[in-house]
């Protein structure tokens, strides 16, 4: 199968069961699926659960895509519910290892994160263990919907109008998401910034 | 255009930021940004929260994707294997019923799962299982008539087995090191290679990867395969370069340390003094700064520039 075929020539190969368009198709958008479940899930062992399940789920069903939508926006719509139900089921498991290997052994990386100082440059003194844990606390608190609709427009960058399309919902409720999250932000945030 | 208030531009302040105001509000916003100190500062606020944000995203660590990827194919496998054996069964079905192709023995019916949906002969098949693990094979089926139903899950994959100082295997190593599209075999790849820095081509390489790669993780990696060149002094010009520009903590703290593993003054030239002060005034981490200045008190310089 050559590299250059396109999404709509790939994917038809793939439901008429070419196993190397499937594993093309899923290459294509494999990253950006994992990115946004463990960015959510801010554990691994979730985010691969959520991987696996969402493509055994497009194998099993894509001989029903008719390309109504884009397969993007399809995929999407698999993983942002699979994320939404793991989110509301699950407590996230808080932490993560956060061990660096240096040449004097192991070093815990939020003891060697720059301290906050006050006068030092405010856009290097944002990046402190306080802030982060400040940031992760709000992520928490917010709505599982809230959570991915902050996840969709800040991570990975779509706009309002295609989260909508993508979660079932409207623009403007999305956008309500979105105004309530950075006013949570704003608030969380506000001595740092 | 209709003169907005200080209260609307701030209830329009996150909608501004992320680019989804219409155009015309855009405008208006800005316009009255553009006489306003205030909203002004709300907007560097919102923005520098903007980055505080990107700055807090959790990078993916750095096996998980090829983790993901090698279970998928497993249990795309393993379904695939599971289907084959339907078909199995459905053929065994009709072949009693046809006089034909009643056994005179009994015969064992082999499903061969995942096999790119090529056909194999039987006999191409039982010369590869023949050889296969024999914990890689499972009895699907077993019938009291003697029938049996082995399956043997194959895959595409080709593997080649050398030293890493085989020149082809080496090659392999050094393309996958920077062009491999995720960063887990990149870092897998930069592990692999650690021992054979003395090569001029792996250290090459290394270099590269430590200073382009887009992962902090092989960053750190390839940083460590270059141990055993750490007393050159171009590599050492690389590890101060690292030292400048990398915005990951690890690197940097990498890339000091094994700066410090040669601690003769003859190892340092003036170029890398002027980076470990420069770094004296920019480094926010204590460790990082602490090292630098055991850097020029070693190479006999000032930690400061007069």
């Not at chain 2, 105001?21 to 553009?34: D, F, G, R, T």
């Not at chain 2, 205030?38 to 560097?44: D, K, M, Y």
């Not at chain 2, 496998?77 to 072949?95: K, T, Y």
């Not at chain 2, 094979?137 to 593997?159: C, M, N, W």
Request: charged share 25%.
């Amino acid at each position: 199968m050559a590299n250059s075929l396109d999404e709509a020539t790939l994917i038809r190969a793939a439901q008429g069961g070419d196993q190397d368009a499937f594993e093309q198709l899923v290459r294509q958008y494999d990253q950006s699926v994992l990115k946004l479940a463990y960015n959510l899930l801010r554990s691994a062992e979730d985010a691969q659960d959520i991987y696996q399940e969402a493509f055994l789920r497009v194998h099993k069903n894509l001989h029903q895509f008719r390309f109504d939508c884009s397969f993007h926006t399809w995929l999407y719509r698999i993983v942002t519910n699979l994320c939404l139900d793991l989110l509301r089921k699950r407590k996230v498991r808080k932490e993560e290892a956060t061990v660096v290997q240096t040449s004097d052994g192991e070093k815990d990386r939020a003891a060697m994160m720059p301290e906050v100082r006050g006068d030092g440059d405010p856009q290097r003194a944002l990046v402190s263990g306080a802030l982060r844990g400040r940031i992760r606390q709000v992520l928490e608190s917010l709505t599982p919907r809230e959570r991915m609709v902050f996840e969709l427009r800040h991570y990975e960058g779509l706009r309002l109008r295609a989260i909508g399309e993508k979660l079932g919902t409207s623009e403007e409720a999305a956008k309500n998401c979105l105004f309530r999250v950075t006013q949570k932000m704003r608030v969380a945030l506000g001595d740092f910034v | 255009m209709s003169q907005r208030s200080c209260d609307w531009v701030r209830e329009q302040l996150s909608l501004y930021v992320y680019g989804e105001l219409p155009m015309e509000s855009e405008e208006s916003l800005e316009a009255h940004a553009a006489g306003c100190a205030a909203c002004q500062e709300l907007i560097a606020a919102e923005r520098r929260m903007h980055a505080a944000l990107d700055e807090a995203a959790e990078p993916l660590p750095a096996h998980l994707l090829m983790e993901c990827r090698r279970a998928l194919q497993v249990s795309l496998q393993a379904e695939a294997a599971r289907r084959e054996s339907v078909w199995g069964r459905l053929a065994s079905f009709f072949a009693a019923d046809a006089w034909i192709w009643k056994p005179v023995a009994a015969c064992a019916l082999l499903a061969a799962g995942f096999s790119g949906a090529k056909w194999h002969s039987q006999r191409e098949m039982l010369q590869e299982m023949a050889q296969a693990p024999a914990g890689e094979l499972r009895l699907v089926r077993s019938s009291p008539g003697g029938e049996v139903e082995i399956a043997y899950d194959v895959t595409q994959k080709r593997v080649v087995r050398g030293r890493v100082d085989d020149e082809a295997i080496r090659g392999l190593l050094l393309r996958a090191v920077t062009n491999a599209p995720d960063a887990g075999t990149r870092g897998q790849m930069a592990e692999a290679l650690r021992g054979q820095a003395q090569s001029d081509d792996v250290r090459q390489a290394l270099l590269v990867a430590a200073q382009k790669d887009p992962s902090a993780e092989v960053r750190v990696k390839a940083l460590s395969g270059l141990r055993s060149r750490a007393g050159e002094m171009t590599t050492r010009r690389a590890f101060v370069n690292m030292l400048r520009q990398d915005s990951d903590l690890g690197v940097r703290t990498q890339a000091v340390d094994l700066l410090l593993l040669h601690v003769t003054p003859g190892r340092f030239d003036a170029e890398m003094i002027g980076g470990l002060q420069d770094m004296m005034r920019r480094e926010e981490n204590s460790y990082v700064r602490a090292q630098c200045q055991r850097a020029l008190t070693v190479a006999n310089a000032s930690p400061f520039i007069f």
